[in-house]
């Protein structure tokens, strides 16, 4: 025993197993156990105790690849030697031996982690063949071809896998023995070519590595094992995992599983398939199939499948079984099940049999009818669908009527949903060259997991062979992304980075649109319009006609009669705030009043409010203190002091004026911003943030006046521009900030000039009196950014408690009104108790709480997180989803501090977080009120938080 395994032993108490076995209708292990045997051992457990038809074998656990790397890539001898338990009891079982040359057992080896990571790690195939069991395979089958077709197919992967022989070396060979054999398809080679075939592949490995393809099938099983464990930490998977966030520590069981063969001729066959249609939904049998074929031909999308309907004529009785078993596994699992079968001579055999990934669209379906179908509880529903898939179905689709001015170039496979247009690309790397900067479609021969990183960075994926269950279309769905796969019209010449379609010849860089809901490929940059959803809320198209719509509706509808959270939207303009409605927003949580004051006709205000505020002030402050000497001064100090006050009234008259001549411009422009939110709000709440960023941003960029100075240069005439420039260049050199999002921002600029404040509350109470003369309600809540100190927020509060004053008593309306403020400093955060005593709400900034909590700046973090991210120092972009331990601490602590000092303190977040799924779960948690997202991720957010209320309870 080693010592690691010594080890072992003593932490856990009873000995752990690392191996389950399962065959005939019983099985060691459960359906429930995917942490221990990854989803495919799972799946295959619980179908081997159902009593399904599953060739039998055996799992190695998830656990088993934990330690497989703790060793240093080195199983332990105790799990080494309870597999060759389990190899041995399956032998017995099928009285076949691995290696045995007159009745060889042959095995495939395959991954398969707790969470489905398609196609992203290793498998073997056929082994345990060697130049002697082949031929004792040939002689059971009574059929030579067969048996050398299984072995070249054996070397090929197992080269590939686990000796790192590229597979397209042999490919080429296959090609090329294919055009000796005037063949355009492997089964038109015969048996003496492909044992042909398999002495070049044989001299191919020789030549590679140096070695013989070895011959001992205990051996290749080690070895297989062992690489399809490292294929846990190989590229693709890492990447994969990374996107998807899912755990390094997870590990990969391995399922050693007696092979069958579908390509033991015409009455054999191999297919994939889904119970229901994961594009659309639709309750339908879906699926694909080969004849005379292994599965990875048609998961490796190298031939085009056929339609699994097909199959009802072909191979009626194992069609027949099929569906009976696939209902049976849907009925039993209440989801829609993604599964393999091999049919070996007439005789089915389900392989494997999971969740169904699907796009937004079918899971919505999905959702819907089976709580109409009685299979789910509305609840459930709601736990089917991933905030996510919602996100999907608001997404973009092709015009409806510029579409028709693109001609079609072809029709595929539509494997995922919604629209893309961009310019083509013929590799991954390029993809994520070019998709940085400009709209990419990544279009490819055939579909495969390497292309990953391209995928992701595509608009679109487009592809000439593969089918609908493709492992690249598989991946393409789950990412949401418009995808077409299996469009045979496509002639691509990758070398070349030409795409030939239609007649045409399309070089890198033209452009082409997708239709994923239907296929269609069109020529041009189609332009693309609102989803279904989002045209039935924006009045453009009736309900009734709008079945997506409809369910969608539905699950909200579900959704809200659970949810604890409010979902509120941020947003700056009427029309967002009618958007927001429309998505089911109950409020605003945050209208940044900066966006207001970036439009045409206020800039030249704000600027001249900008340019002027700091000399006012100042002004301002000398005349006041004059004033206040004059008034105490002795008889015959008065004259010197007067003389002084004409010439600081004289000196600052100016500034003054300018100052505030710009915010009367700006008043009733601002009042008609607020009319117009309250209105469309439609006396939901909404929260008005005063002024909040760094003032330089409204002006003008430094080099742009010195550009405009340079060219003045010399000019005689133009004497008052120059001056007017160089005063303003100063002005912004003294403004500029070099870290702009920690500057002089937020409340600090109502602090040193309150007119500002003022005048924003005085256009809102103006436009909120006026809202309710016209018999309508209202709710308006000023919210102080930044604030770090209780006085910060006195201060403040002060002021627009008073303009509420004086507008009530000048236009003789009464008007509700709260004032609080954002929580975005550590340090108001910390102070949240004293902070709450002038605050009637909260509401975390978590934007600036995160960038201020960890020190990174909003601006320029993109150049380390992600590094960060990959190399695992943190768990997540602390900026998009929110981070529990530090950041979340300080929500939580500041809620329970807020409402010790003022009970039922309303608390709310309009940070970003605020539609991130994992972050609403912890807003949930923390007792908040409120969420609020932008107006497209209302959904998701109402979504998350029912989820997130269920899990609760
Ligand atoms: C925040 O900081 O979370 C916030 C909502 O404010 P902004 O993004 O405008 O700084
Ligand atoms: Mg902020």
């Known amino acids: 025993m080693t010592t690691t395994d010594t080890q072992t032993q003593k932490q856990t108490a009873a000995p752990t197993q690392w191996v389950y076995f399962f065959g005939d209708g019983k099985a060691d292990g459960t359906g429930r156990m995917r942490d221990i045997l990854g989803g495919k051992g799972a799946g295959i457990a619980e179908m081997t105790n159902a009593g399904i038809p599953v060739p ?98 054996f070397i090929q992967m197992f080269s590939d896998v686990v000796l790192g022989v590229p597979r397209s070396i042999f490919e080429h060979e296959l090609t090329l023995a294919k055009k000796r054999a005037r063949s355009k398809d492997d089964t038109g080679l015969e048996a003496e070519q492909l044992k042909d075939l398999v002495e070049r592949f044989k001299r191919i490995v020789r030549r590679e590595i140096g070695a013989d393809f070895p011959q001992d099938p205990r051996e290749q099983l080690a070895r297989s094992r062992d690489a399809v464990f490292r294929s846990w930490n190989g590229e693709r998977a890492m990447h994969y995992r990374r996107l998807n966030g899912i755990p390094e520590t997870l590990g990969t069981a391995v399922t050693v599983q007696a092979m069958v063969f579908g390509n033991l001729g015409p009455n054999s066959a191999t297919g994939v398939g889904f119970t229901r249609d994961p594009a ?76 169904g990934e699907r796009t937004g669209q079918a899971a919505l379906r999905i959702a819907v009818d089976m709580v109409e179908e009685g299979l789910l509880t509305k609840r459930e529903a709601i736990e089917r669908v991933e905030p996510d898939h919602l996100d999907q179905v608001l997404h973009p689709v092709l015009d409806p009527v510029e579409r028709r001015k693109h001609e079609i ?73 418009c995808c077409i796969v299996g469009c045979t019209a496509l002639s691509i010449d990758e070398r070349a980075r030409v795409l030939k379609v239609g007649g045409r010849a399309l070089k890198e860089g033209s452009f082409l649109s997708l239709d994923g809901s239907t296929g269609e490929v069109l020529l041009g940059d189609a332009p693309t319009s609102d989803s279904e959803v989002v045209r039935v809320l924006t009045g453009k198209l009736k309900p009734e006609r709008a079945p997506l719509y409809q369910r969608f ?62 000399e006012a002030r100042q002004a301002k402050l000398l005349i006041e203190r ?41 008043l009733p422009l601002q009042r008609s911003d607020f009319r117009g939110l309250f209105l469309a709000m439609e006396g939901c709440p909404v929260t008005i943030r005063t002024l909040d960023p760094p003032l330089h941003e409204f002006l003008p960029k430094r080099e742009q006046i010195q550009r405009e100075l340079a060219a003045l240069r010399g000019a005689r005439t133009n004497d008052a521009r120059k001056k007017r420039l160089l005063a303003t260049l100063t002005r912004v050199e003294e403004l ?79 008007f509700p009104y709260t004032i609080g403020t954002m929580i975005e400093v550590p340090r108001a955060a910390i102070l949240a108790g004293e902070i709450a005593e002038h605050a009637d709400f909260f509401s975390f900034g978590t934007n600036d709480l995160t960038q201020l909590t960890f020190g990174y700046s909003r601006d320029d973090s993109g150049r380390f997180l992600p590094e960060y991210v990959r190399t ?14 530090g950041v979340g601490t300080l929500v939580r602590s500041a809620t329970l501090e807020g409402r010790r000092k003022k009970p039922g303190l309303k608390v709310g977040v309009c940070g970003e977080h605020g539609g991130d799924a994992a972050s609403i779960a912890l807003f949930e948690d923390a007792g908040l009120d409120y969420v609020s997202c932008s107006p497209f991720r209302v959904p998701l957010a109402r979504l998350a938080a029912a989820r997130s209320a269920l899990k609760r309870t």
């Open 553 to 614: 509706e539905l699950l909200m509808k579900w959704c809200d009669e659970v949810r604890r959270l409010r979902v509120r939207a941020n947003a700056d303009v009427p029309s967002d705030a009618r958007t927001a409605r429309y998505l089911g927003a109950e409020g605003i949580g945050l209208c940044r009043t900066e966006h207001m004051f970036f439009a045409e006709d206020r800039i030249p205000h704000v600027v001249t409010m900008i340019l002027n505020a700091q």
């Open 872 to 885: 695992g120092i943190l768990p997540q972009d602390p900026f998009v989803s929110i981070d529990v331990k």
């Open 626 to 666: 004059i004033k206040g000497d004059l008034a105490e001064a002795a008889r015959s100090e008065k004259p010197r002091l007067r003389k002084e006050l004409a010439a600081a009234q004289g000196k600052g008259g100016e500034p003054i004026r300018a100052f505030e001549t710009a915010l009367k411009k700006l």
């Open 280 to 355: 659309t939904g639709e309750p339908r049998f879906y699926g694909e199939y080969l004849l005379n074929a292994q599965g990875e031909d048609v998961v490796a999308g190298i031939r085009t499948p056929l339609s699994i309907e097909r199959m009802e004529l072909e191979l009626p009785e194992a069609y027949a079984q099929l569906r009976e078993i696939t209902s049976r596994l849907e009925r039993h699992y209440r989801d829609v099940q993604d599964f393999e079968f091999t049919v070996e001579e007439g005789r089915l055999f389900m392989l494997q049999t999971r969740r």
């Open 736 to 814: 500029h900030e070099f870290n702009p999002m920690l500057g002089f921002r937020g409340c600090r600029l109502g602090i040193l000039h309150p007119e500002i404040t003022r005048m924003q509350a005085r256009a809102i109470f103006e436009a909120a009196a006026s809202v309710i003369r016209s018999g309508k309600r209202v709710m308006p809540e000023i919210m102080i950014p930044l604030v770090g100190d209780p006085k910060e927020l006195a201060l403040q509060r002060a002021e627009v408690e008073a303009v509420a004053t004086e507008v009530m008593g000048r236009l003789k309306v009464e």
């Open 56 to 153: 039998p074998g055996y799992t190695i656990t998830t656990g088993a690849c934990r330690q497989f790397f703790e060793a240093g890539g080195r199983l332990l001898d105790s799990i080494v030697e309870e597999e060759e338990r389990a190899l041995q009891r399956l032998e017995r079982f099928l009285g076949r031996r691995l290696g045995d040359p007159e009745n060889p057992l042959l095995v495939s080896v395959r991954s398969g982690s707790p969470v489905s990571m398609p196609g992203m790690m290793d498998t073997v195939l056929n082994l345990g063949l060697n130049d002697q069991t082949v031929d004792g395979l040939a002689r059971k089958s009574k059929n030579p071809r067969f048996a050398y077709d299984s072995y070249r197919r």
């Open 409 to 481: 170039l072809a029709k595929g496979l539509p494997a995922s949903p919604g629209a893309a247009s961009g310019v083509i690309v013929f590799t991954s790397e390029e993809a994520v060259r070019r998709g940085h900067k400009e709209r990419v479609i990544l279009v490819r021969a055939e579909t495969s997991p390497d292309d990953i990183a391209g995928m992701n960075s595509a608009r679109g994926i487009l592809t000439a062979t593969g089918g609908m269950t493709s492992h690249a279309a598989v991946v393409a769905r789950g990412m949401g992304k």
